[in-house]
């Protein structure tokens, strides 16, 4: 490389997105609060356990109100 250009800096990385846009994950996820895992592997046209590990390498997190707190009722 130091004969071909004359440095030794690395080369950038090009990534691209096979299936999971982090931008578009993060907009349907926006839409579709309630949807399960492989609800938006459906929609993204891949597996619930891609789409969990795309959240972690994003930073994605999502967290669920329980069902016993959500239909709780006040009592007089």
């Known amino acids: 490389m130091?004969?071909?250009t004359?440095?030794?800096k690395d080369q950038p990385l090009h990534?691209?997105?096979k299936k999971l846009?982090?931008?578009k994950l993060t907009a349907y996820v926006s839409e579709h609060p309630d949807a399960y895992?492989?609800?938006i592997g459906k929609a993204f046209?891949?597996?619930g356990t891609a789409v969990r590990k795309a959240f972690k390498r994003h930073g994605?997190?999502?967290k669920?109100?329980?069902n016993a707190i959500a239909n709780k009722k006040k009592s007089k």
Do not use: A, M, V
Request: aromatic share 8%.
């Open 15 to 17: 990534r691209t997105f």
């Open 21 to 23: 846009d982090p931008e």
């Open 2 to 4: 130091y004969k071909q």
């Open 37 to 39: 895992l492989k609800e």
């Open 6 to 8: 004359g440095e030794l």
């Open 64 to 66: 669920k109100r329980p």
């Open 60 to 62: 994605i997190t999502r």
């Open 45 to 47: 046209d891949c597996s």
